[in-house]
């Protein structure tokens, strides 16, 4: 792994889980039981993945979240070690809370069936948040998703704005939110998909996404930050609209692409790059990801990303 670490901490506030795939020829009918193939454990989790993004794009990373006291737990904290990552902040299930997990059924025809249990991860607490507050004063930004508990996310929020610390959030995956919590984000990263949501409106509502970015603005985030998948992203603040391409890839897998997204941006900030600057390095990053299969795999380093031009 690359060492180079850039610009104050960046705290990655959320999830960490096991995600165990295997592939069978059907899915099983109530009390069947069919053959599998291919079965695979690997790290999960948005947070996590996050964290490792911002670190392989050489930030100087903090992790906090909540796992549970056995061996999955353990496999977080090596992660973290492996990654250079400071897990400090991670704490153990005090309620006898199991680390996350995701189990993944896919069948012949590519079509998959998922279960996910966040455990451990509903556990993180306000408290827990307490306990960072002299280490987030020392970090550029804090960055949080939707899968641990959502009043966690939103007394976090609360605590950004009251020390000046910059908010991001990445409302994945998605889910209801007070009104509220739009309004405490410094940056609000979407997908197509989640901003849709959002407003209300049906995942695949034909609004065009530049007045689904525009009505998300309007909620009263400082910046929206809208991902497009291979079309890049489009970037909404009160200068007006910015639409940052995407890189021409052969893409092959895109599940994690977004956690890349959000990781690179913020150590893109942490460095001092303006918004569109900080986009279009988290845009190289993600298009990078999706050329290769898996999560954590397919998580690009810095040099990788600094080499297109």
Known sequence: MEKVKCGRPVAVIGSYAVGMTIACGHFPAAGETVPGRNFEMMHGGKGSNQAVAAARLGGNVLFAGCVGCDSFGDMCMDLMKEEGITGSYIVRSETGRST????????????????????????????????????????SLVLMQLEINMDTVIYTAEKCRELGIPFVLNPAPYRQMPEKLPGLCDYLIPNQTEARLMLGL????????????????????????????????????????????????????????????????????????????????????????????????????????DSIG
Request: proline letters at 1%; one cysteine or more; aromatic letters at 4%.
């Open 100 to 139: 996350g997990v995701g189990l993944i059924y896919v069948n012949e025809e590519g079509e998959n069936e998922i279960v996910i249990d966040l455990a451990a991860n509903e556990e993180l607490s306000a408290g827990d948040i307490d306990r960072m507050v002299p280490a987030l004063k020392e970090c």
């Open 202 to 305: 049906d995942a695949r509502s034909e609004i065009s996404d530049e007045e689904a970015a525009s009505r998300i603005w309007e909620m009263g985030a400082g910046c929206v930050i809208m991902t497009l998948g291979a079309d890049g992203a489009l970037i909404v603040d009160k200068t007006g609209m910015t639409k940052v391409d995407g890189i021409r890839v052969n893409a092959v897998d895109t599940t994690g692409a977004g956690d890349t997204f959000c990781g690179s941006f913020c150590v893109a900030l942490a460095e001092g790059k303006d918004t569109k600057e900080a986009v279009a390095l988290a845009v190289k990053a993600a298009g990078l990801s999706v050329t290769k299969y898996g999560v954590i795999q397919s998580i690009p380093y810095r040099k990788e990303v």
